[in-house]
Every structure is written in structure tokens, then in C-alpha cells.
């Protein structure tokens, strides 16, 4: 009987887990989107509600730290739910990490409110929205324990960086004429560089799900 209800009470933790888990992550895809909007129309309101939202993904994560910390000390897990309490501590540094770089984004917003400008190349909406479909169908392949899923997440980060390199020297060469505002280009480029590490985070994320379903350690 004891060893049922231990189960019971362990399941319940790891429940509890992985529903606050998906929910910051949501809340950080919410602050990607916030986040390049505010650059794109220089809206300095929206920017600082992303810079805002960071400190509560910060507080997020160290609180999911916690919680982690306490269920290992308290359940004593071991095997795949282990695994999966480790794995879980690890994705939410990379979620708050990519937190970090929304906020990034969002004070570049504010920064470039007063400086000539243009329309934000297509190239970046189309980055964000790869990036942060392999955000969401990372978290996916963790709330399912999908590794096919973390795998294929992983696979499109070659594409990513490939997309942002082309970006990348599309914008140097724009830098070098004089009708266009270098600084508000090299905001672009700054943007563009968060946008990828978002990607790359995302790949982690799907490393860690890997490690979680199979003990595999795996490096993209």
C-alpha cells in the first residue's frame, strides 16, 4: 500500500511539473512573438512589457529548479523518472535562456525608436516563426516523450542557421550603402542572431528530451 500511494504522490509531482513546465514555455513563445513585433513597429510599450515578463520567466525558473530539487530529495526518483526530473531542470534554464533573448530583441525596440528606419526584412519573420515552431514541437516531443519528434526538431536547426547565414550577409552588404541607417541594420543583425540562438536553444531542448526517453547523450 505504501509503495502505491509513494507512486501516487510521485506521479502527482511530476504532473504538477510538466504542466508548469509547458506553461512557461508558452509564456516564452508569447514574449518571442511580443518581442519582434515591438521591433518591427518600434513600439516601446510592447517592448517593455516583454522586458517586464522577463524577470517573472526568471523568477519561473527558479522556482521549477526548486520544485525539481525537492521531488529528487523527498521521492527519491530513479530510471526514467529521474531522467526526466533532470532533463526537466535542464529545458527550463534553455526556456529561460530564450526569455533572455526576447527581452534582447525588446530593448533593442527601444533603443531604435529615434533612429532612421525601414521595414524589417521578410527574412526575420520567417526566421522567428521556424524558430519558434521548433520551440513548440520540442516541448511537444517532451510532454509526449516523443524522441522521433526531438530528433526531427534537431534536424531543422541546420536549415535555421543556414537561413540566417544568407541574412546575415545580406545585411553586411546593405551596411556598406549609404542610403540605408547602419545602425538600425545592425539592430537587424542583432535581431537575427537572437533569433537564431532561440533556434539553437530549442535544439538543446530537444537533446535533453532524447536524454530523458532514451539515457542517450546526443549533440547536434
Known sequence: MDNIQTRATLDEYLKDIK???IRLSSRVDTA??????????????LAQEVIAEDVHI?????????QCLHI?????????????????????????????YAAGIAKLAVR????????IPNAIYQLTSQC?????????????HDANLAYAVADND?????????LFHKLVGETRDASHSTDYLLSVLFVAHNIERIG???TNIAERVIFMTSGKLTEF
Not at 515552431?133 to 516531443?141: E, F, I, K, N, T
Not at 541546420?158 to 544568407?166: E, N
Open 19 to 21: 504542466d508548469d513546465i
Open 112 to 119: 531604435v525608436e529615434m533612429v532612421p528606419k525601414r521595414d
Open 72 to 100: 529528487m530529495v523527498t521521492q527519491q526518483p530513479v530510471a526514467v523518472d529521474l531522467r526526466l526530473i533532470i532533463a526537466t531542470m535542464l529545458i527550463v534554464t534553455e526556456l529561460e535562456r530564450i526569455g533572455d
Open 32 to 45: 518571442v512573438d511580443k518581442a519582434i513585433n515591438a521591433f518591427a513597429a518600434c513600439d516601446v510599450e
Open 132 to 144: 519558434r515552431d521548433m520551440l513548440r514541437r520540442a516541448m511537444v516531443a517532451y510532454t509526449e
Open 200 to 202: 539553437d536553444r530549442s
Open 58 to 66: 526568471n523568477t519561473k525558473r527558479f522556482d521549477l529548479e526548486e
Open 158 to 166: 541546420d536549415s535555421l542557421d543556414t537561413q540566417h547565414r544568407l
